[in-house]
């Protein structure tokens, strides 16, 4: 297709309706799939990922209609009937849906499941939930790089009853936390988990919703421990999603950087280890009456509330703490189009986790402060924690840069990095890399630079935004 690029500098006006939360979804789904009955989803996220984890129990012999208010209807055998099949299921970019599946197939008795995906979704690494499941023991083939001793897909899961465990999950993933409560889930007797780091926690939040206490969340040595209990018997439900903050976070950003703008989100998802998008804007706006949220309330113990933003012409530089990443990791690359539009210094520490998403995500974000002729830096400190600096106001840096670095990972996981910056009538090429987030964070920044961009291959949007070109007449 040929393509002259964009510019979205227009300001965004009214109520914007932003689609239903990513993560929820594919959780609320995976919870009718296991019901035997009738199970209603109000606005859901009706994306390629979603419909991707939805795809997987239709090859198991769930059905589904889609309502004219466009709400998913689920009807399920239930998880019983799922047993001794043997399927082919492609997951498309949709890593939420591969780690979390795996966890659960993998504990369904005599059920064979054949896994494959895209290039992205080929090269995420899959050794952080095959080794506990392993531990588990777990039957799953995958493609193993012996050089770094890494999985990936093809991957085949031989479904058997696991046995317990008690596991200290290294890593700061969602992911791998919400495998394997889903393990612990269908075993006999649980498991028990430990986690440094605080991340998302819609997977307990719905299985205590709807199981009293089957998942139970405690502060332990500074750790996090979650006992998990079996199910031994899973009900059809009725569940409304909030709109997903990681969206709206592109909406709110482009409101921010451009005159005149205007708006207000209802029914955003603010859960509070999905917010710190919307603390961290409001350090940088520093600024009460910019962003102002109303009508709080929680639904299905989630926490739920109207965003109401207007353009703000005064940002500053901020530091977002290791700590804090898993609470905003999806929306690194446009909170640093935000960053390089404000005055000083901004540092993301422990930006690692970056690199294995649905494209180095790192490398990514560079070339858009690149885009953005934004000085920036990386660095990596002696424990290996990578380090992001923003800094508009400087043109060069006097420290000793590690910006090479940061793609010596793993070679299994290589993320392929396209140089392929301008076409030939000078307009900037942003190769999405098969990375929605990274293809809307540069259609965002054209909004803010002189240039316009060409985004290659911006169907990814489709995986979670499905509505995004709409709202700016793309
Ligand atoms: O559990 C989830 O729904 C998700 C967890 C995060 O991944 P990790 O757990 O790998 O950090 C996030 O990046 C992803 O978009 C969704
Ligand atoms: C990382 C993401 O999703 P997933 O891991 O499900 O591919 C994302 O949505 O930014």
């Given at each position: 297709m040929i393509n002259s690029g964009v510019q979205l500098n227009s300001p965004l006006q009214g109520e914007i309706k932003i689609p239903g939360d990513k993560s929820i979804t594919h959780r609320a789904i995976i919870f009718s799939a296991l019901a035997n009955g009738q199970s209603h989803i109000r606005?859901?996220?009706?994306?390629e990922d979603c419909m991707k984890t939805m795809q997987s129990f239709v090859d198991l012999g769930v059905t589904y209609q889609i309502d004219d208010d466009n709400n998913l209807v689920i009807s399920s055998p239930g998880i019983?009937?799922?047993?001794?099949k043997e399927v082919t299921i492609d997951l498309g970019n949709s890593g939420t849906s591969l780690r979390l599946l795996t966890g659960l197939f993998a504990s369904i008795d005599g059920l064979v499941v054949h896994i494959t995906g895209d290039e992205s979704l080929s090269k995420r690494p899959m050794k952080r939930v095959i080794k506990p499941l392993k531990l588990m023991g777990a039957k799953i083939d995958a493609q193993y790089h012996s050089g770094d001793d890494e999985y990936t897909l093809p991957m085949t899961i031989y479904g058997k009853s696991l046995r317990s465990i008690n596991y200290e999950i290294k890593e700061a993933s969602a992911q791998v936390k919400s495998s394997l409560i889903f393990a612990g889930l269908l075993n006999d007797q649980g498991v028990t988990l430990y986690q440094q780091a605080a991340t998302r926690n819609h997977t307990e939040i719905m299985v205590n919703n709807l199981y009293a206490d089957h998942v139970i969340v405690e502060k332990v040595n500074g750790q996090f421990k979650y006992t998990v209990k079996p199910i031994n018997r899973f009900l059809p439900l009725t569940y409304s999603v909030p709109s997903d903050v990681s969206s709206a976070a592109f909406i709110i950003i482009h409101a921010l950087l451009n005159k005149g703008s205007n708006i207000e989100l209802n029914r955003v998802g603010l859960n509070p280890t999905r917010n710190a998008i919307i603390n961290y804007i409001n350090k940088v706006i520093d600024?009460?009456?910019?962003i102002s949220i109303k009508n709080i309330s929680v639904e299905h113990g989630e926490t739920i509330g109207n965003i109401i933003v207007q353009y703000s012409s005064n940002h500053h530089g901020i530091t977002i703490q290791k700590n804090d990443i898993p609470n905003i990791i999806d929306e690194i690359p446009i909170l640093s189009v935000l960053l390089s539009q404000s005055k000083g210094e901004s540092k993301i520490e422990?930006?690692?986790?970056?690199?294995?998403?649905?494209?180095?995500r790192l490398a990514k974000t560079i070339e858009l402060l690149e885009y953005l002729n934004t000085t920036y830096d990386v660095i990596k400190n002696g424990d290996g924690d990578i380090t992001l600096i923003i800094n508009p106001?400087?043109?060069?840096?006097s420290s000793d840069s590690s910006l090479n670095e940061?793609?010596?990972?793993?070679p299994s996981l290589q993320r392929f990095i396209k140089q392929?910056?301008?076409n030939n009538e000078g307009i900037y090429r942003l190769q999405s890399e098969h990375d929605h987030r990274i293809a809307m964070s540069g259609y965002i920044a054209?909004?803010?630079?002189?240039k316009p961009i060409q985004v290659i291959g911006?169907?990814?949007?489709?995986?979670?935004?499905?509505t995004f070109k709409e709202i700016f007449d793309l």
């Open positions: 606005n859901p996220l009706l994306s019983d009937e799922f047993k001794h600024n009460d009456d910019v422990h930006v690692n986790e970056l690199i294995v998403k649905e494209s180095n106001d400087v043109n060069e840096w940061y793609k010596s990972i793993k392929d910056k301008q054209s909004s803010v630079v002189n911006d169907e990814c949007i489709q995986t979670s935004f499905p």
